[in-house]
């Protein structure tokens, strides 16, 4: 907005999620309320001997042009017309925020695990009180943290949409399974199984020739698709190339205590990794396979998975990552 330093950001008592947004907002887009402190008022009223001071903003009271109640039936909120405002209304990082309030606002359901109810709650719990008295000032700062997340956490998922379609190789067997292949980039795979692939295959760099690899089948098809055959592949590749004398027939087993050990079937079914966050692999135990070459011995198993049996999983619910 620009302008000059703004002293004071006023709000209704018992601040709902739109006079948070509206603060949040404020705090993260107007570097002109810096310094600036929160009041509160009735519901409807201004700070009173605010009249006419460009220093003080009023929010979802006051009637001010960041009071919504003025619109009637408009279904709207004080922290739209605010984004709108600052020019961050198209903001990806703050769909789901504005969303939310404006749901809330106009008396329309959301989820009982919603930020909404944390931000009723936080004012009950005895942490957020001062000798009995609710210290705004600690609620503040826990739902600014919230926000902070959250559009964090939207930021990166449009930045990762944006990404996967520069790092994302797609491969459709014949039996249509999708896989997508993610060298260096396992920060995307949930973005790949949003976009609808059915196995993800992932690399990780973690040196000069050394990385680690990441097969995992969606969520959805838990029950459905084994992963078995795949690490019975990777396991006789990497057996070949490491002259490890072993039967195909004994490759299938679950973990890790195997004759090739640096390749771990899950117990699900559903992942097959070489080296993880919590299993560190030794110097010797990096896989050998080229990585341009681990899409082609994960496809082998999966395209022998008969046609009829992907239609079936097909025509099962919608799935949702």
């Known amino acids: ?15 709902d999620d739109d006079v948070w947004l509206c603060f949040w907002l404020a705090k993260k887009f107007m570097p002109e309320t810096t310094n600036a402190e929160i009041a509160f008022v009735n519901a409807g009223e201004s700070l009173p001997g605010s009249n006419g001071d460009p220093s003080v903003i009023h929010f979802d009271t006051g009637g001010g042009q960041f009071d ?9 909120s004080s922290a739209a017309l605010l984004a709108e405002k600052l020019s961050v209304a198209q903001d990806p990082g703050l769909k789901e925020l504005l969303l939310m309030v404006k749901r809330t606002d106009n008396v329309r359901p959301v989820e009982h695990t919603n930020l ?40 990166q998922r449009t930045q990762s949409r944006r990404d996967l379609q520069k790092y994302a190789r797609w491969t459709i067997l014949p039996n249509e399974l999708k896989v997508a292949t993610i060298l260096w980039h396992p920060e995307l795979r949930e973005a790949a199984f949003e976009r609808g692939a059915d196995v993800v295959l992932w ?31 990777l396991r006789a590749a990497e057996a070949s190339i490491r002259e490890i004398k072993v039967r195909r027939e004994n490759l299938g087993y679950v973990g890790r205590e195997g004759p090739v050990s640096n390749w771990l079937l899950h ?10 966050k919590s299993w560190k692999l030794e110097s010797d135990e990096y896989t050998k396979i080229h990585p341009q070459d681990l899409t082609t011995f994960t496809c082998v198993p999966l395209s022998a998975i008969p046609a009829d049996q992907i239609g079936k999983w097909r025509r099962q619910e919608p799935r949702a990552t």
């Open 1 to 15: 907005m620009g302008g000059p330093q703004i002293e004071t950001l006023v709000g209704h008592r018992f601040p």
């Open 267 to 276: 117990q699900s079914f559903g992942l097959v990794a070489s080296g993880t």
């Open 68 to 76: 919504q109640h003025h619109l009637g039936d408009v279904e709207t």
């Open 116 to 155: 909404h109810y944390l931000i009723e709650g936080y004012p009950r719990l005895k942490k957020f009180q001062t000798e009995g008295r609710i210290d705004w000032g600690k609620v503040q700062e826990r739902i600014f943290d919230d926000f902070d997340i959250i559009y964090g956490q939207e930021t």
């Open 203 to 233: 690399t990780r760099a973690k040196g000069r020739n050394k990385f680690y690899v990441g097969i995992q089948r969606h969520r959805k098809l838990k029950g459905l698709l084994s992963l078995r055959g795949v690490a019975v592949n």
